[in-house]
């Protein structure tokens, strides 16, 4: 089950888990549950996706390694400066969600293993858990610590809490051009090749 509006029960639960994670330091546990935007439970662990952040800064590189050359690179850079949509489709498909969402709907060569061990420093108790994506992994070594590949529903479950977010995030956008626009935004060259 996807929880996308944290209450103050999850919110209050997510606070114990990672707790077990970060011990007494409270200022990680806080953090890491205010990042938190949602999450979904699998075999009893809970699976989390945290708020993205809105990128502002946007670099154009030219030069013999670059994209374009210099100014193709000013006349790309000037032109996208003044884009709207611009700004909504690059945060969009750099967030965690929007990654995650690109690489399941070209699964062909990923594989996505339940790992209930999120952190290094977790106690055995805890149920923070990942799921992790791997390209070709040796099977073996997965089942052997403690992974297994997560079942046609869970993957969809997973994209679906990711398309969540996502259009959670694309009313964020919005929003936030309503207030600034582009005028917080920085557009720029570089030389690639240096």
């Known amino acids: 089950m996807i929880h996308s509006k944290l209450n103050k029960q999850d919110k209050e639960m997510l606070r114990e888990e990672?707790?077990?994670v970060w011990g007494n330091d409270s200022k990680m546990v806080d953090w890491c549950v205010k990042k938190t935007s949602a999450y979904m439970e699998i075999d009893g662990h809970i699976i989390t996706l945290d708020k993205p952040n809105i990128q502002t800064r946007f670099?154009?590189?030219y030069g013999v390694q670059g994209a374009y050359d210099y100014d193709e690179a000013q006349q790309v850079c000037d032109s996208l400066s003044q884009s709207e949509r611009y700004f909504i489709d690059y945060n969009l498909s750099h967030s965690d969600a929007g990654e995650l969402m690109e690489s399941i709907e070209d699964h062909f060569w990923t594989e996505y293993w339940f790992d209930p061990s999120?952190?290094?420093?977790?106690?055995?108790?805890c149920r923070i858990s990942a799921i992790r994506l791997h390209h070709r992994h040796d099977h073996e070594w997965c089942?052997?610590?403690?992974?297994r590949q997560l079942?046609?529903?869970?993957?969809?479950e997973y994209y679906q809490m990711c398309f969540e977010e996502q259009m959670k995030f694309c009313k964020r956008l919005k929003t936030y051009l309503?207030?600034?626009?582009?005028?917080?935004?920085?557009?720029?060259?570089y030389w690639v090749d240096e």
Do not use: A, M, N, V
């Open 18 to 20: 990672f707790t077990k």
């Open 59 to 61: 670099c154009f590189g």
């Open 118 to 125: 999120h952190y290094t420093t977790q106690s055995d108790d």
């Open 143 to 147: 089942e052997r610590h403690g992974w």
């Open 151 to 156: 079942t046609d529903d869970e993957l969809h």
């Open 178 to 189: 309503k207030r600034y626009g582009l005028s917080k935004c920085d557009y720029w060259t």
